[in-house]
């Protein structure tokens, strides 16, 4: 008989153990790698969107201003010595922009050299002169130094030299008025003062802010008590049956609903149906309602559900009825919450584009609005029109109006984190 071979000796469960302890952390290891690489990833991307927008958007909030020396000559306003309001305000005012032009450049002579240093100036700058003339009628007759607002070309020139649109002659005299110091960028009080215009250095975003404050009004003021009391029902006072799951369902649905579909509802019922006015931010905040109301209805039921059945069953050994239970002890504890998700549906309401595009909120309106039922526009909507807009002044614009969003954005998110921190209860 032949030997037997020698077995291999056999490895310890201890090392077999370890070994495989010791693949199993390198892979929680790379896992966790992986993780880190895509948060570091994701914040280098915002980070790359929110550098764009800042270094495109943050000349918007400064504007090109020429310095005139102006002569209020009522011979050039075309007006007497003692004008009334109404003459004053429909005097010649460009007359005496090219007069301190002229005055300012003595050797520009032909009529196209005339034309062309007529344009640095903005289109405004003869209102800001009859505003400034109707404030204070002793001007007339007297000079001074005015700073008037300057072309678009002339602010887009200061901005970026290498991008303008300006001919040899004007970047002269531009570059001249600047070594002078005749030429300054100064903070751009239209951007918060005016509506919007069809020339970049006129425009404004107040017009969309007062009608994105009236429509979220309306939103808040019907989307909340309506979201809240339906939570309450489904919670607290309905029966459990295939009608409240039915419901429950669609409302979940109705959650992830592409908010298009709501302004198509709103274009048919509220618009067609009704006869409501287009562009008005009280059919928007109807619109608006509907898209954030299943929203508020998850989040308050979330909060409903997060008070303990104890509290319930306590008030109700004490002799309290059902009503009382929810008014008295429920609510208020469900509160945080509920608003904490009515702060994060006004903040997905603030930034809807698609519902009110189909209202008719796309329309041009310069005049800041009034009411709920004027022509308005709001933030988002405005910023789309911008970004359409082929002139180069629009483009910094349209990047300042999404700073202004994101800080409204943030701002609301933070008050919704502060509420829920200040006021939620450990249980």
């Known amino acids: 008989m032949s030997d037997p071979q020698p077995q291999p000796p056999r490895r310890a469960t201890i090392d077999v153990v370890r ?18 690489l895509s948060v570091l990833l994701a914040l280098a991307s915002l980070l790359l969107l929110f550098t764009d ?12 201003r020429v310095q005139l020396a102006i002569h ?28 301190a032009l002229h005055e300012r450049f003595p050797a520009v002579a032909s009529r196209a050299e005339r034309r062309a240093l007529a344009r640095l100036p903005s289109s405004a700058a003869a209102w800001e002169l009859r505003d400034r ?14 700073w008037v607002l300057a072309d678009g070309s002339v602010d887009a020139h200061m901005k970026d030299p290498g991008a303008s649109t300006l001919g040899p ?10 070594q002078a110091g005749e030429l300054a960028l100064r903070f751009n009080a239209n951007l918060f003062a005016n509506g919007d215009s069809r020339d970049p250095e006129l425009a404004g ?32 006072f309905a029966e459990r049956n ?32 009704f006869g409501m006015p287009r562009s008005a931010p009280l059919v928007g905040g109807l619109v608006l309602t509907l898209v954030t109301f299943p929203t508020i209805i998850i989040a308050s039921r979330a909060a409903i559900r997060a008070v303990p059945p104890s509290l319930r069953e306590a008030a109700l050994g004490l002799g309290a009825s059902q009503v009382q239970v929810v008014l008295h002890h429920v609510l208020p504890n469900a509160l945080p919450g509920m608003l904490t998700g009515a702060i994060i549906g006004m903040a997905r309401a603030l930034g809807e584009t698609a519902p009110l595009l189909m209202i008719g909120m796309v329309a041009f309106i310069v005049d800041v609005p009034g009411g709920f ?17 082929p002139e180069r002044g629009f483009t910094a614009l349209t990047s300042a109006a999404i700073m202004v969003l994101l800080g409204f954005l943030v701002l609301m998110n933070a008050l919704a984190v502060l509420l829920r921190n200040r006021f939620e209860k450990r249980w």
């Open 19 to 36: 070994a495989g302890l010791g693949r199993r952390y390198r892979r929680e290891r790379r896992f966790r790698a992986y993780g880190l």
């Open 53 to 64: 927008i800042v270094d495109k958007g943050v000349g918007a909030f400064r504007q090109t």
């Open 72 to 99: 209020y000559d009522p011979e050039r306003l075309g007006v007497g010595a003692r004008a009334a309001a109404q003459e004053l305000a429909a005097a010649d005012y460009e007359a005496l922009i090219k007069d």
């Open 133 to 146: 003339l109707l404030d204070d009628p002793r001007l007339l007759g007297a000079r001074e130094k005015v």
């Open 169 to 178: 002659l004007q970047r002269g005299w531009v570059d001249e008025l600047a």
């Open 205 to 236: 975003i107040r017009g969309a802010l007062v009608g994105s404050l009236l429509t979220l009004a309306v939103t808040l003021a019907l989307s909340f008590p309506l979201g809240v009391a339906a939570a309450v029902y489904l919670e607290e």
């Open 242 to 273: 295939r009608w409240t799951d039915l419901i429950e369902v669609n409302i979940n649905n109705l959650a992830a609903v592409p908010s298009i579909i709501f302004g198509l509802l709103g274009l048919a019922v509220f618009i067609a149906l």
């Open 373 to 389: 039922t004027d022509s308005a526009t709001v933030l988002p909507v405005q910023i789309y029109l911008w970004a359409d807009s």
